[in-house]
C-alpha cells in the first residue's frame, strides 16, 4: 500500500465511523484480568501491537508466567477467587491506578459478568467483549432460547419457566420424556450441567445441578431439555463490530468432552457438507445480529446425526479453543478484539474469508484420566514441550518449576496443530502428543494419544458419547516392550559412566583406571548387574560390555547384542541403539528412584527398587476408608459419627479444580469418625471418613 492509498483508506474508515456516530479510540494499555495461559496469550498479541499490558494475580501466582510476561503486575488478594480474579473492585481500582484504558476479561472469572461489563462502561474503561446486554440477553439460557427462536434459530424445546419447584421441574422432565438435561441457566463450561437417564436419577442430579450452579454463578436456576442421545457438538466462531457488520469464521467440532467439558477440539467440524456449513454460519451470525453482538462469540450448536442442528447456547467470550480456528484462517482473534473495542470496523468482509486446511487443539491437563479423569495439582518438576512454528502452536501459561494450583482449572497447555488435511494434521497431532514431556504429576497425554489414533476418531465418527462408547479402546493396558527396558537400563549405566567421566577431568589423574568403576575384569567382559521395576514386576537386567564395545542385555527371556550411546539435544538426553540392525532413539529422564522414557510408543516409568531399610510406613488411611482422591474443599459432609451407609452412599462433597465431586462409602458399614467439616481444605490421600471395624468372626 502507498502513502497516498493508505491516506484515503484511513480517510474512508474516518468517514465511515462518522457516519456511524464512532470514532476510532486506540487503545495503548490493557488490564488482563485473567490468569494463565489466556493471559500469557493476550500480553503476546497486545506486545506485538506495542500495547503495554497489567496483569494481576493471586497470591497463588505471584511467580505465575503471566506476571513476568506483563510491563505491570498488581497483587489483588487470596489464591481463592472469590477473593482475588473475582473482585470486581479491586480490578477496577488497579485499572484506575496503571493507567488502562481497557479490561480484557479473557475467558471464565469475570468474562461473562454483566455487573462487571457495566461497571467499565460506568468507568470509563473500555471492556473488549459485548456489550453488558448481550450478555443478559445469552447469559440466561431461558431468555436466549426465547430470543433465539424468534430471530430464526433452530432450537430445542424444554422448559425455562419461573417456577423452580422440584415437583414442577420433575413433572416438566416427564413430559419432555427422558433423558433430559438439566442446566443452570447462567451456566457454561459444562458447570451446574447434569443427565438425568430416569426419572430415578432426577432428584439426585438437580440437587448436584444446584449446588455447582450457586457455587460457580451465585445462581441455581434451572431449565430442562430433551437430551439428545449422541449428539454433535458444533459451534461457530462469530464476530460483530459498533458499524453493524457481522462475519463467521466457520465452525469448530467440540463433540468428544469428559464431564461435559472439551479436551480435543477441531476446525472445520468432519463430514458437514457446504451446505450443512453455510446453514450454521449464517444461524449464528443471525443469533449474533439478534442481541446487537459486539466482538469475539461463540454459537453454540447441538447437531444430530442427519446434521440437523439446535442452538445450545451462545458464549459471550472468547473460546478456549479459539486457535484452531486462527489456524484455519488465519487470523488473530484477539488482535480483532482490540480493534472491534477500539471502535474499528471489523478488518474483512464474510466473502474475504477462507477456510485453509484443517486444525487440532488438545488440551493438556493435571489430571488422572485411568481415575475417572480427577484432576490433580502439584510440581511440574519436568516440562519440555514440541517445537513450535507455523504448523505447530502451544498456548500455556506455566514452566518448568511451576505449580498446578488446587485452586485453579488445572489445564497446563494447549497442544494446537494444523496441516493441510485432517488426516495429516491428526498425524502431526499425534507425533507432537509423543514428544510432549511433563512429570511431577499424573496428565491426560497417553489418553489423548490414544483418542487421536483411534480408527472411529480417524475417521472422524465423533460425538459427546464416544468416550463412554469407547472406553475398553481408549484405556487400554499399556505393556513396556522389551526394547525400551533396554533403553532404560542402558540411560542408566552410560549417564553414570558420563558423570565419572566428568568428575575425572577435575582430577589430577583423570585417566585412573579407577574412575572407571564399571567392574572391569582382566581377561573377561565387564558385567553389571540392574535392577528395575516396572510396576509391580521385577527386573533383573544383566549388561555385559563386550571387548568390541557392543553389549549384551539379558533379562527374563529376552537377550539382545546392541550398541547404545548418549546424544545431548538441548536440554534432552537421548539414548540412541541399534538392535538387530534397528536403530532406535529415546529420551530418558530421571526424577529421583524412576527412569521416564519418551518414545514412539509414548511415555513409560521404570522405578529403581528403594531398599525396605529406607522406607517406612506413614499414617494414612485404613483398608475400606472413604480418602479425598484429590487435594480440595469440603463442600458438604452428608453423615454423622455413628450412622450407618449403604455401599454408595453419598459422604462427602467436594469442590476442587472448579469442579464438584461427590465422595461416596466404599462399603456398606457405619461411621465411626468424620474427620473433617465444610470449608475445610484437605490433600490427596488423607482419609475423610471412618468406619467401624468389623467385629472379629467368633
Avoid at 103 to 132: K, Q, T
Avoid at 347 to 376: K, L, T, W
Avoid at 650 to 662: R, T
Wanted: with cysteine; glycine share 8%; proline share 4%.
Amino acid at each position: 500500500m502507498s502513502k497516498h492509498t493508505g491516506f484515503f483508506h484511513n480517510l474512508n474508515r474516518y468517514i465511515t465511523q462518522r457516519r456511524h456516530g464512532s470514532t476510532y479510540s486506540p487503545i495503548q494499555k490493557i488490564l488482563i484480568a485473567n490468569r494463565g495461559e489466556i493471559a500469557c496469550r493476550v500480553i503476546k498479541t497486545a506486545r506485538s501491537l506495542g500495547i503495554k499490558t497489567v496483569s494481576v494475580f493471586s497470591d497463588a501466582d505471584k511467580n505465575a508466567l503471566h506476571v513476568a510476561m506483563a510491563d505491570e503486575a498488581y497483587n489483588i488478594g487470596p489464591a481463592a477467587a472469590n477473593q482475588s480474579y473475582l473482585c470486581q473492585d479491586k480490578i477496577m481500582t488497579i485499572a484506575k491506578q496503571s493507567g488502562a484504558q481497557a479490561i480484557h476479561p479473557g475467558y471464565g472469572f469475570l468474562s461473562e459478568n454483566v455487573e462487571f461489563a457495566e461497571m467499565c462502561a460506568r468507568e470509563g474503561i473500555i471492556f473488549i467483549g459485548p456489550p453488558s446486554s448481550a450478555i443478559r440477553d445469552m447469559g440466561i439460557k431461558s431468555t436466549s432460547k426465547y430470543i433465539m427462536s424468534a430471530a430464526g434459530v433452530p432450537v430445542i424445546e424444554g422448559y425455562h419457566g419461573e417456577d423452580q419447584s422440584d415437583a414442577r421441574l420433575k413433572k416438566e422432565a416427564a413430559a419432555i420424556g427422558y433423558p433430559v438435561m438439566i442446566k443452570a441457566v447462567r451456566g457454561g463450561g459444562g458447570k451446574g450441567m447434569r443427565i438425568a437417564m430416569t426419572e430415578k436419577e432426577f432428584d439426585g442430579q438437580l440437587e448436584s445441578a444446584r449446588r455447582e450452579a450457586m457455587k460457580s454463578f451465585g445462581d441455581q436456576v434451572m431449565l430442562v431439555e430433551k437430551f439428545v442421545e449422541r449428539p454433535r457438538h458444533v459451534e461457530v466462531q462469530v464476530f460483530g463490530d459498533k458499524h453493524g457488520n457481522y462475519v463467521y469464521l466457520f465452525e469448530r467440532d467440540c463433540s468428544v468432552q469428559r464431564r461435559h467439558q472439551k479436551i480435543i477440539e477441531e476446525a472445520p467440524a468432519p463430514g458437514l457438507t457446504e451446505e450443512t456449513r453455510k446453514k450454521i454460519g449464517e444461524a449464528a451470525v443471525r443469533a449474533a445480529k439478534a442481541v446487537n453482538y459486539v466482538g469475539a462469540g461463540t454459537v453454540e450448536f447441538i447437531m444430530d446425526k442427519h446434521q440437523q442442528f439446535y442452538f445450545m447456547e451462545m458464549n459471550t467470550r472468547l473460546q478456549v479453543e479459539h486457535p484452531v480456528t486462527e489456524m484455519i484462517t488465519g487470523t488473530d482473534l484477539v488482535h480483532w478484539q482490540i480493534k472491534v473495542a477500539s471502535g474499528e470496523p471489523l478488518p474483512v468482509r464474510q466473502g474475504d474469508i477462507q477456510m485453509r486446511g484443517h486444525a487440532f487443539e488438545a488440551r493438556i491437563y493435571a489430571e488422572d484420566p485411568n481415575n475417572s479423569f480427577m484432576p490433580g495439582a502439584g510440581p511440574l518438576l519436568h516440562l519440555s514441550t514440541p517445537e513450535t512454528d507455523a504448523k505447530t502452536r502451544i498456548d500455556t501459561g506455566v514452566r518448568q518449576g511451576d505449580e498446578v494450583s488446587v485452586h485453579y482449572d488445572p489445564m497446563i497447555a494447549k497442544l494446537v496443530v494444523w496441516s493441510e488435511n485432517r488426516e495429516s494434521a491428526l498425524r502431526r497431532c499425534r507425533a507432537a502428543l509423543l514428544d510432549y514431556q511433563v512429570l511431577g504429576l499424573n496428565t491426560n497425554i497417553q489418553f489423548l494419544t490414544d483418542l487421536a489414533k483411534h480408527p472411529e476418531f480417524m475417521a472422524g465418527n465423533v460425538h459427546t458419547d464416544f468416550i463412554p462408547q469407547h472406553q475398553s479402546d481408549l484405556f487400554p493396558v499399556h505393556t513396556t516392550s522389551a526394547t525400551t527396558i533396554c533403553q532404560a537400563a542402558m540411560a542408566m549405566v552410560l549417564r553414570q559412566k558420563h558423570v565419572r567421566r566428568e568428575l575425572a577431568k577435575n582430577t589430577l589423574d583423570q585417566f585412573s583406571p579407577f574412575w572407571g568403576c564399571d567392574a572391569m575384569r582382566l581377561n573377561q567382559n565387564s558385567t553389571r548387574l540392574v535392577n528395575l521395576m516396572d510396576g509391580d514386576t521385577e527386573l533383573h537386567i544383566q549388561i555385559v560390555t563386550n571387548k568390541d564395545g557392543t553389549f549384551t542385555v539379558s533379562f527374563e527371556k529376552n537377550c539382545f547384542n546392541l550398541t547404545a550411546s548418549l546424544e545431548q539435544e538441548g536440554e534432552r538426553t537421548y539414548v540412541v541403539t541399534v538392535i538387530d540392525g534397528v536403530k532406535t532413539r529415546a529420551s530418558v529422564v530421571q526424577l529421583g528412584n524412576s527412569l521416564h522414557v519418551f518414545t514412539t510408543e509414548g511415555a513409560r516409568e521404570l522405578r529403581m527398587p528403594v531398599p525396605k531399610f529406607m522406607t517406612s510406613v506413614g499414617e494414612g488411611a485404613s483398608l475400606g476408608d472413604a480418602v479425598a482422591p484429590m487435594p480440595g474443599v469440603i463442600e458438604k459432609v452428608s453423615v454423622t459419627p455413628g450412622q450407618a451407609v449403604e455401599k454408595g452412599d453419598p459422604l462427602v462433597v467436594m469442590i476442587a479444580m472448579k469442579m464438584e465431586y461427590v465422595i461416596r462409602a466404599p462399603k456398606a458399614g457405619k461411621v465411626q469418625t468424620v474427620y473433617y467439616k465444610s470449608g475445610d481444605t484437605v490433600q490427596k490421600g488423607v482419609p475423610l471418613v471412618h468406619f467401624q471395624e468389623d467385629a472379629p468372626a467368633t
